[in-house]
């Protein structure tokens, strides 16, 4: 029986693999990893019929075999899966190396790919429905080294960005602590440049005789508060001008980030007013509107996708679905739920293709043409060669309708 052995440094535990085993940080998985690198769902391994093979499930930091990041790996006695302090290693008593063309396609050593009839996913009993699970993104083969590497030293958490592109939780906080702090120094150092000035005017302007011209061409007899007071006409002028645009645009989504931008303008030319609450407001409805226009765009993206599958179109709606990940991938809340509406395509295309690969062999014999249109259907629901996740059900397609002809 294949098991994985589980340690953290200081205790060690043993975990029987199932036809589908989910490791990460969720209480309900199989395998909970309590580790902050751990993804909720960080990954999964799945029986085939050559062995065990590791899927990673979109997780944030990916997953590490061998000291090497994979989407997909044929697991191998002895192999180490490294997510954060804990190390997983592999034992399987009863593995058999694959062949070539299995080994090339899940993760093995390539070799020339066998002849004849490409059969679609298994439905013996022997096998489970999840043996026909799709490779995720690319291959990753087996590392060549004899020994067992040593764990690399644990990244830092505060520069260590996912596989995707995404920056951690504690990176953002960080940043978020530096733009505030810029902030803070910009207004600071504002407010001492006008503290001098108005120091060095009362220092020297009450020194002045009071008929000398020179100190004040335009008006010689002007007192320094009204320095103060010219101050306070230009500030009161830019914040009419500043309140009528926020005014004007507050329901206009286009503008939420010009108003976002000139309220900080404001702010820093006048760090002092007596205008915060407004200008707080002005802001604070525009990040709203902000939020909430992004959230209704999603929501109707995310709609589009799923009528896709509803549909049965896997294809187009597995591309919409990896369009909306590279654009929000920066949304930790939208995020985790287009991996969820991903994982949920795959699983109803896996059916969808079992079901109608039935259909067509019940009717192979006696009516070939309805079997070939059954398959010509199966490649335009799978993308035709479009969508990397179905690659292999387009592959099968293909076969038997060459051996249709």
């Not at 999964?44 to 000291?67: A, C, H, M, P």
């Not at 299995?102 to 096998?127: F, K, M």
């Not at 990040?287 to 992004?294: A, E, H, I, W």
């Amino acid at each position: 029986m294949a098991r994985l052995v589980i340690t953290d440094g200081s205790s060690s535990k043993t975990v029987e693999l199932e036809a589908t085993t989910v490791a990460g940080r969720a209480p309900e998985n199989k395998i909970v990893i309590d580790d902050k690198q751990a993804s909720r769902r960080h990954f999964q391994i799945d029986r085939v019929e050559f062995g065990y093979k590791l899927v990673d499930l979109e997780s944030r930091n990916g997953t590490r075999v061998n000291d090497r990041s994979v989407n997909q790996a044929l697991l191998r006695p002895g192999d180490r899966i490294q997510i954060g302090h804990h190390v997983l290693t592999f034992e399987d008593p009863n593995f058999r190396e694959p062949p070539a063309e299995v080994a090339a396609r899940l993760g093995g050593p390539p070799a020339p790919a066998a002849a004849g009839r490409i059969d679609p996913p298994s439905s013996s009993p022997d096998s489970s429905p999840d043996r026909a699970a799709l490779p995720v993104a690319q291959e990753v083969p087996k590392p060549a080294a004899a020994t067992t590497p040593p764990p690399p030293p644990e990244p830092d958490y505060r520069t260590k960005r996912n596989r995707s592109g995404h920056t951690t939780a504690v990176q953002r906080n960080l940043q978020g602590q530096i733009r505030e702090e810029q902030k803070t120094l910009t207004m600071v150092a504002v407010g001492a440049g006008v503290f001098i000035f108005v120091v060095i005017l009362l220092i020297f302007l009450p020194s002045s005789p009071s008929g000398d011209a020179s100190l004040n061409p335009k008006n010689p007899g002007k007192s320094p508060g009204v320095t103060d007071q010219a101050l306070a006409e230009i500030e009161a002028h830019e914040f009419e001008e500043l309140s009528a645009f926020c005014e004007r645009n507050r329901n206009i989504p286009a503008s939420y980030n010009e108003i976002i931008k000139r309220v900080e303008q404001f702010e820093q030319k006048h760090p002092r007013s007596l205008n915060q609450a407004k200008l707080k407001d002005y802001r604070s409805g525009a990040l709203n509107g902000l939020k909430t226009s992004r959230n209704a765009e999603f929501s109707e993206a995310e709609k589009q996708a799923a009528e896709d599958l509803r549909k049965n179109d896997f294809g187009g709606g597995m591309k919409k679905i990896r369009d909306l990940l590279a654009r929000y991938k920066a949304d930790a809340d939208i995020h985790e739920r287009l991996v969820l509406l991903k994982e949920q395509a795959v699983e109803d295309a896996r059916k969808y293709f079992q079901t109608k690969t039935l259909e067509a062999d019940a009717v192979r014999s006696s009516r070939k043409e309805e079997a070939r249109e059954i398959y010509q259907s199966l490649l335009k629901a799978m993308g035709a060669g479009s969508v990397p996740e179905f690659d292999d059900y387009c592959r099968i397609a293909r076969a038997t309708l060459e051996g249709l002809q």
